[in-house]
């Protein structure tokens, strides 16, 4: 008898998969062999409703028309030519530009990791400082100097954490953590680390905790103490970017950071991702002569990826899909609200657009300390029972946020309304 691929999949692949984010109860089970709209299908006839996008990637749905098409028409044209720049990274680069009000010039990448790491590399050079502050419990990517303090368990609350061994010593003491939704706090380390700190690193809704807003005032105000103290402000706007605005979270608030990374959303799955940012700081990298800060990669820019982003940013200008994401998703936070209360079951269900999160807790969430209170276990069995007993997917995983996209409607929208409802039912036996 041959082994399940699931099974074989565990002997050629560390853990069976090629994120660590990808495993979760149930992810074992099968393998996932078709995607399509809002649903995916596996390799044990299972099609399931898909609520996780990709960790946000897939903004239009899987396998979008349009952005398949491009994909598909331009890799037939053109593959990678690897000199030189092609046509279509210069109509993205037109695109975001016009799209995103503090982006004057943008870079290409494939992962928002790299974004990341080169925004922090570029932050040092233009300030000659070491240090980056990011903030308790948020996540930008695998690399050393952001993985500190990334899912900090309660005991170690206040401490240097690292989810991580192999880390760089040096890239974790250069990396200061301050408390989400707390000006004084980053007022009082970078006035602490006065001239050492290059950049203050901020995921707009900290996503990586579940997602927890920003108060009103907060990143208004990282902007006046990133200026003040002569650091660079950079918005990780690898959740946000293109999903909640096309002009990002940014848009929302009418704060111009000196950077902004971006990725998921624009390539609709396809790898793409980017930095962007004001000419005077984008032009230290080195592909401009007497530029100083390195960077490379083979497939930056690949011209399939950029058509990909090309054909999304398009879409959303030629039809409402902001407007239909954020309708579903004020729905759903509403019915998911509703359905926690009539179950008795302590909820604050929060969110902005097509993301949304349950903290299942009393009281309102402000910092990653407050999202600790609440019931991680409750949260991965009630989306255990939607995942085994109603195939809708909203990864049980704590923390993870569910993310719509323009496939879904309000069919969909109801199914997970009921079958939570259901979920609830059994869970509070
Ligand atoms: C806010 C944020 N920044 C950076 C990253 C890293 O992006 P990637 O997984 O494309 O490397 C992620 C990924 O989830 C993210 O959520």
């Given at each position: 008898m041959t082994v399940p691929l699931i099974t074989h999949a565990k002997e050629v692949i560390p853990g069976g998969v090629n994120s660590a984010i990808r495993v979760s109860p149930g992810s074992d089970r099968f393998v996932i062999t078709g995607s399509s709209g809002p649903y995916v299908s596996t390799d044990t006839g299972r099609t399931i409703l898909d609520f996780q996008s990709a960790y946000g990637a897939t903004v239009l749905g899987h396998n979008d028309p349009?952005?398949?098409?491009?994909?598909?028409?331009?890799?037939?044209?053109?593959?990678?030519?690897?000199?030189?720049?092609?046509?279509?990274?210069?109509?993205?680069?037109?695109?975001?530009?016009?799209?995103?009000?503090?982006?004057e010039k943008v870079l290409l990448v494939n992962t928002g990791s790299e974004a990341t790491y080169l925004a922090i590399r570029v932050a040092r050079s233009v300030t000659g400082r070491p240090k980056i502050l990011k903030f308790e419990g948020a996540y930008h990517g695998w690399h050393d100097s952001v993985l500190v303090n990334t899912g900090t368990p309660a005991s170690r609350l206040g401490t240097t954490y690292l989810p991580s061994t192999g880390v760089l010593p040096g890239a974790v003491a250069d990396t200061l953590v301050a408390t989400w939704n707390d000006l004084d706090d980053v007022e009082a380390q970078l006035a602490r680390h006065e001239g050492q700190v290059a950049a203050i690193l901020v995921d707009p809704i900290l996503s990586s905790a579940g997602g927890i807003l920003p108060q009103p005032g907060f990143l208004e105000g990282l902007r006046r103490i990133a200026t003040a103290h002569g650091a660079l402000l950079v918005f990780d706007e690898l959740i946000t970017g293109f999903r909640v605005a096309v002009g990002g979270y940014q848009s929302l608030v009418g704060v111009d950071p000196d950077l902004t990374t971006f990725g998921k959303a624009i390539g609709n799955?396809?790898?793409?991702a980017g930095i962007g940012g004001t000419a005077a700081v984008m032009d230290e990298f080195s592909n401009v002569p007497g530029g100083t800060v390195y960077m490379g990669g083979t497939y930056n820019g690949h011209p399939a990826m950029a058509a990909a982003a090309i054909a999304v940013l398009e879409k959303m200008d030629r039809e409402p899909v902001h407007a239909q994401l954020d309708?579903?998703?004020?729905?759903?936070?509403?019915?998911?609200?509703?359905?926690?209360?009539s179950h008795g079951i302590d909820a604050t269900v929060t969110g902005i657009g097509s993301v949304w999160f349950p903290f299942l807790l009393e009281g309102e969430v402000h910092d990653y300390r407050d999202s600790l209170r609440h019931d991680r276990d409750l949260l991965v069995r009630i989306r255990s029972g939607l995942l085994e007993d109603h195939d809708i997917l909203v990864t049980p995983v704590n923390w993870k946020s569910g993310k719509l996209n323009y496939s879904h409607t309000e069919v969909h929208v109801d199914r997970l309304l009921a079958a939570t409802d259901a979920v609830l039912t059994e869970v509070s036996r």
């Open positions: 349009d952005v398949d098409r491009a994909v598909a028409e331009t890799a037939r044209r053109l593959d990678n030519p690897g000199y030189g720049v092609t046509d279509a990274e210069v109509t993205l680069a037109d695109m975001i530009i016009d799209r995103v009000a503090s982006i799955g396809y790898p793409i309708r579903l998703g004020a729905r759903l936070r509403a019915g998911l609200q509703e359905l926690y209360t």
